[in-house]
């Protein structure tokens, strides 16, 4: 007798996978490109010609092409687009801490639309 599951292929991971993987990262990716720069994505798709940003901040890419699969359906063409950030180029605290706290937000109202818990120090560990 085989095993009938020997051959099938392996399964892509879900959304609730690629998220618990994403929530790994707590801070944007640092661009080597240049000094003081990082990584942002968001889920851009493009009315009148123009790209439009729909959704967003997030720390990954991961995130962002999540976020892109769920828009897809309201908004035909939903991509996730990174942009670098730099806080040398226009040093403001204010603005670096909220972008940090937009991202977290993105990535609670995420985590609430896939049905999942935004893992955290306190409930990775249970």
Same mark, same amino acid.
């Given at each position: +007798? #085989? &095993?009938?599951?020997?051959? #099938?292929?392996?399964?892509?991971?879900?959304?609730?996978?690629?998220?618990? @993987?994403?929530?790994?990262?707590?801070?944007?990716?640092?661009?080597?490109? +240049?000094?003081?720069? *990082?990584?942002?994505?968001?889920?851009? *798709?493009?009315? @009148? /010609?123009?790209?439009?940003?729909? !959704? /967003?901040? *997030?720390? #990954?890419?991961?995130?962002?092409?999540?976020?892109?699969? %769920? %828009?897809?359906?309201?908004?035909?063409?939903?991509?996730?687009?990174?942009?670098?950030?730099?806080?040398?180029?226009?040093?403001?605290?204010?603005? @670096?801490?909220?972008?940090? !706290? !937009?991202?977290?937000?993105?990535? +609670?109202? %995420?985590?609430?639309?896939?049905?999942? @818990?935004?893992?955290?120090?306190?409930?990775? &560990?249970?």
């Amino acid at each position: +007798m #085989t &095993n009938q599951h020997s051959n #099938t292929a392996q399964q892509p991971p879900t959304h609730k996978e690629r998220f618990a @993987e994403a929530c790994k990262a707590a801070d944007f990716a640092s661009d080597i490109r +240049m000094v003081g720069g *990082y990584l942002v994505w968001d889920v851009q *798709y493009v009315q @009148e /010609g123009q790209k439009v940003v729909i !959704d /967003g901040p *997030y720390f #990954t890419e991961d995130e962002a092409r999540i976020s892109a699969d %769920l %828009l897809r359906g309201t908004f035909r063409g939903a991509r996730a687009y990174q942009a670098t950030h730099c806080w040398a180029w226009n040093p403001d605290f204010g603005r @670096e801490k909220a972008i940090r !706290d !937009d991202a977290m937000a993105s990535r +609670m109202m %995420l985590a609430m639309q896939i049905g999942v @818990e935004v893992p955290t120090h306190n409930t990775a &560990n249970r």
